[in-house]
């Protein structure tokens, strides 16, 4: 099993930062894509961010210009940036990895969730 560990939400004003980090762990032989997904109460759960193990990069319309997202391939970890966010970011915000156990089985693995909530 791939085990995913979200740390860094939280409450933040509007035009704040924050920064997410997600930790893989497990028996991975590779990872091919690690992105952030987040879902608001009542809406559907929507693309932040991904990047793939060359460092392709793709992002959410809403986000592009204000999030950054970086990874870690030799620990596994990707981190998104969150500058200058609104309080229609307000949202749950999951890891999702994709990629290969030893063996050559696929996997694609969501984390718990970490809550961000942008409010004065």
């Known amino acids: 099993q791939v085990q995913l560990v979200e740390s860094g939400g939280g409450l933040v004003q509007p035009g704040g930062s924050l920064r997410l980090s997600c930790a893989a762990s497990?028996?991975?032989?590779?990872?091919?894509?690690m992105g952030w997904y987040r879902q608001a109460p009542g809406e559907q759960r929507e693309l932040v961010a991904s990047i793939t193990s060359g460092g392709s990069t793709e992002y959410g319309d809403s986000v592009k210009g204000r999030f950054t997202i970086s990874r870690d391939n030799a620990k596994n970890m990707v981190t998104l940036q969150m500058n200058s966010l609104k309080p229609e970011d307000t949202a749950v915000y999951c890891c999702n990895a994709k990629g290969a156990y030893f063996g050559g089985r696929w996997f694609d693995n969501w984390g718990q969730g970490t809550q961000v909530t942008v409010s004065s």
């Open positions: 497990g028996s991975i032989y590779a990872i091919n894509a």
